[in-house]
């Protein structure tokens, strides 16, 4: 019954890796939202897909690409980790527009050693 | 560029006592804002969606105000409980579309017995 479902919960890996993380929705809803809060607890939007297409992309490096493969289903992989790029990522989903609650996944808190 | 700011950033009550949280942002051009509650090592959970042509919503103990023109919002929670305690966030839906979430950096409530 998990509306906004992330996997994994925990990861764990070293710099210079290549990791992703995913996240379904199940609530019919057809915009996707990556957030990344960090160890300030500051929570930043990264990028945002509206039906598979990509309609916010903040300043984020290029070595995350997000992917979505269908409304679902919203994708994040990271090359090349750094220490830097340690935090939790939330994915989040709304209807499209600007009149509608987004709703949160549990989150993924990535730690790179 | 839109910040929002939330005072107190930590507040500690007995239970039972009335309290209010603050929000301001600074560019007015809001299409909503939204109050979440975060517990420790959790996702965000959507408290209260207040469009910017509203003044208020209710939930339960919870009420949400919006003054737009002033640039702030307060959410009052009544009756607190000792299950009330958690980090609350504010977050403004900014102009331009896709409803792209700033987030301030929250309040930190914790209601002791």
């Known amino acids: 019954d998990t509306a906004v479902s992330q996997t994994p919960k925990y990861l764990v890996t070293q710099m210079g890796n290549d990791k992703s993380i995913k996240c379904e929705q199940n609530?019919?809803?057809?915009?996707m939202y990556w957030y990344k809060q960090d160890s300030k607890k500051f929570l930043k939007i990264m990028f945002s897909?509206?039906?598979?297409?990509?309609?916010i992309n903040e300043t984020v490096p290029n070595r995350f690409s997000p992917k979505s493969p269908d409304k679902a289903h919203l994708n994040l992989h990271i090359n090349s980790l750094e220490l830097g790029d340690s935090a939790v990522y939330f994915c989040?989903?709304?209807?499209?527009?600007?009149?509608?609650?987004?709703?949160f996944g549990p989150g993924t808190r990535l730690t790179v050693t | 560029k839109q910040e929002v700011t939330q005072i107190p950033a930590a507040l500690s009550v007995p239970e039972g006592e009335n309290l209010v949280l603050n929000c301001s942002f600074t560019?007015?051009?809001?299409?909503?804002l939204q109050w979440f509650r975060q517990d420790p090592g959790k996702g965000l959970t959507s408290l209260l969606l207040?469009?910017?042509?509203?003044r208020e919503q209710t939930s339960g103990r919870l009420n949400a105000s919006l003054d737009k023109s002033s640039g702030r919002s307060t959410l009052y929670i009544a009756a607190s409980q000792p299950g009330d305690s958690a980090t609350y966030l504010c977050?403004?839906?900014?102009?331009?579309?896709?409803?792209?979430?700033?987030f301030g950096a929250g309040t930190r409530l914790a209601v002791h017995p």
């Open positions: 989040a989903s709304s209807q499209g527009g600007n009149d509608y609650e987004q709703y």
């Open positions: 609530l019919g809803h057809d915009t």
């Open positions: 897909y509206n039906n598979k297409e990509l309609i």
């Open positions: 560019d007015s051009a809001i299409y909503n």
């Open positions: 207040i469009q910017s042509s509203q």
């Open positions: 977050a403004v839906s900014a102009s331009g579309g896709y409803n792209k979430l700033i």
